[in-house]
């Protein structure tokens, strides 16, 4: 089955820019979609197919994807965007979907 | 605008089934997908399963042998079974719309509710 690989955190300073990563064999190949989860909390949608964002998220958000590698970035980071965020994609070889194991971001 | 709910027991004996329902307001669940997600406390994301508003199903292999998604057009509703729980299935369990427009991502989302699977 396919395999989506994040890092348990990302550490950033107010102001900086992140950047959460989402690894899986040739993901450039498929659709990543990404999550974001404030504590106690359902997930939102922040980024669909790579880069688009749904209406309401900030510009601040972007994604791009190639290779075997999806990043998000976050830039002008703020306490509000403390949160784990998940990627996701549709395997196609299986027809299932897969979750990648989440990323906490802490802002300094 | 379309808001889902989750609803059942909130605690669940072992080797019992669990049994859950989502209601969706707002709209029709002609046309989409349904499907339902947990997260075991303090831990990621997890995909069980989801069902096309006509009744046809895909689930995660993981789960397949234990999970049933079924729908309820006429009340608007779809429900999740899933049997012989362990408290390795103590989470919350989120309902949310997939595939709108054929696009496969999750737009809606429940608010979720924990089970816990204990004597």
């Known amino acids: 089955s396919y395999v989506l690989t994040q890092p348990p955190s990302v550490s950033v300073a107010p102001g900086k820019t992140a950047r959460i990563t989402c690894g899986g064999n040739?993901?450039?190949?498929?659709?990543v979609h990404w999550y974001q989860q404030k504590p106690g909390q359902a997930p939102v949608l922040v980024i669909y197919y790579d880069s688009d964002r749904p209406s309401g998220i900030p510009e601040r958000f972007s994604g791009s994807n190639s290779g075997n590698t999806a990043t998000l970035t976050i830039s002008g980071v703020d306490a509000g965007d403390e949160a784990d965020y998940y990627c996701q994609v549709w395997d196609n070889s299986s027809d299932h979907v897969v979750f990648g194991g989440g990323t906490k971001l802490t802002v300094l | 605008q379309v808001q889902l709910q989750e609803s059942g027991p909130g605690l669940v004996k072992p080797s019992e089934t669990l049994s859950l329902t989502c209601s969706v307001s707002?709209?029709?669940?002609?046309?989409?997908?349904w499907s339902w997600i947990r997260q075991p406390p303090g831990k990621g994301l997890e995909w069980i399963g989801y069902i096309y508003y006509s009744g046809s199903t895909n689930y995660n292999p993981s789960l397949k042998s234990r999970v049933t998604i079924s729908v309820d057009t006429s009340r608007n509703q779809f429900s999740l079974k899933l049997t012989s729980v362990t408290a390795a299935d103590t989470a919350v369990y989120y309902c949310a719309r997939y595939g709108a427009n054929r696009k496969w991502f999750f737009d809606l989302w429940g608010r979720g509710t924990l089970v816990t699977v204990s004597s």
């Open positions: 040739n993901i450039g190949s498929k659709s």
């Open positions: 707002g709209g029709s669940l002609s046309g989409y997908f």
